[in-house]
T-cell receptor, first 110, second 114 residues
Framework: QQPVQSPQAVILREGEDAVINCSSS?????VHWYRQKHGEAPVFLMI?????EQKGHEKISASFNEKKQQSSLYLTASQLSYSGTYFC???????????FGTGTRLLVSP | DSGVTQTPKHLITATGQRVTLRCSPR?????VYWYQQSLDQGLQFLIQ???????AKGNILERFSAQQFPDLHSELNLSSLELGDSALYFC?????????????FGPGTRLTVL
């Protein structure tokens, strides 16, 4: 079941904040977040596990609401380098594979 | 640079043909994943191998097959190619399998079927 991401796109000015949401209709074991710049490979940002454990880059923060099967990625004080497409990938218990959402395009302008 | 290598970078071929995409994982990684990304689309999981064995399968077409070799490199074989198979194919690797392992993506192979 493909997770739903919102918003589909967002435009920010440098220094502004943004929240990207990822929602699934299935119970989840983990949520992964990746960023992909145009023409490049996706780059790992964060993993959030059922039970509260998480790992990722220090400057990135995210949350995982297990009861609602929702995750949010928080981008604060955005920089130009934050521009790209953000994908969440969800893993259902026992399935051992990530299903990625369709992505959220973020553009940060000066 | 993620440490994952993929060859070739670009591949142009005709419908009905067969191609092989190659992936070498990061040193120490035992899992290899294959993804397909069509134009402006998300990442579609195809298949995963862990230490030579198939661990998980996505919506991989019967015309597609993959394997992971003893040296841990992996190959994705695409046969009877159709126009709709044109896409960017990514390989990713991780240390283990399961949700706690971040995946490191290679630069991708862009396949164009004419």
């Amino acid at each position: 079941q493909q997770p739903v991401q919102s918003p589909q796109a967002v435009i920010l000015r440098e220094g502004e904040d943004a929240v990207i949401n990822c929602s699934s209709s299935k119970a989840l074991y983990s949520v992964h977040w990746y960023r992909q710049k145009h023409g490049e490979a996706p780059v790992f940002l964060m993993i959030l596990l059922k039970g509260g454990e998480q790992k990722g880059h220090e400057k990135i923060s995210a949350s995982f609401n297990e009861k609602k099967q929702q995750s949010s990625l928080y981008l604060t004080a955005s920089q130009l380098s934050y521009s790209g497409t953000y994908f969440c990938g969800t893993e259902e218990p026992g399935f051992q594979k990530l299903v990625f959402g369709t992505g959220t395009r973020l553009l940060v302008s000066p | 640079d993620s440490g994952v290598t993929q060859t070739p970078k670009h591949l142009i071929t005709a419908t009905g043909q067969r191609v092989t995409l190659r992936c070498s994982p990061r040193s120490g990684d035992l899992s290899v994943y294959w993804y397909q990304q069509s134009l402006d689309q998300g990442l579609q999981f195809l298949i995963q191998y862990y230490n030579g064995e198939e661990r998980a399968k996505g919506n991989i077409l019967e015309r597609f097959s993959a394997q992971q070799f003893p040296d841990l490199h992996s190959e994705l074989n695409l046969s009877s190619l159709e126009l709709g198979d044109s896409a960017l194919y990514f390989c990713a690797s991780s240390v283990g399998w399961g949700g706690y392992n971040e995946q490191f993506f290679g630069p991708g192979t862009r396949l164009t079927v004419l």
